[in-house]
């Protein structure tokens, strides 16, 4: 905010929150480096064929894409939910306060 001749003009941000960003960053890094080691160490374990395969092997074939999957979807579904958020705030804000919407090109 900042005062203006003919009032205050507002002006913001919609994003992600910093904290959210470095979470996800930290959890996509964790998912890549050690998910996919484990994808990587049992797909060459079954490429090759070493001897002895465990029962549960296809565990560290599906979980790691599944992990990066679930990760990238909650990113695009946030997005997807708050597309009209600019807008909205926006709108609240004139409904609201009796302001208008100042040309961006001003």
């Known amino acids: 905010m900042r005062p203006e001749a003919g009032g205050t003009f507002i002006f ?19 998912v890549l480096l050690i998910g996919g080691t ?15 395969h465990p029962q549960n092997a296809w565990m560290g ?14 990113v695009c579904f946030g997005r997807h939910l708050a597309r009209d958020e600019g807008r909205f705030l926006t709108d609240f804000l004139i409904r609201t306060l009796d302001v208008y919407e100042q040309n961006r090109a001003a």
């Open 38 to 52: 484990m994808f990587l160490a049992t797909v060459g374990a079954m490429v090759i064929g070493s001897g002895s």
């Open 61 to 74: 074939v599906v979980i790691p894409p599944v992990m990066l999957a679930l990760g990238f979807g909650l």
């Open 12 to 30: 913001g941000e919609v994003a992600m929150h910093p904290f959210v960003r470095a979470f996800l960053l930290i959890w996509l890094g964790g």
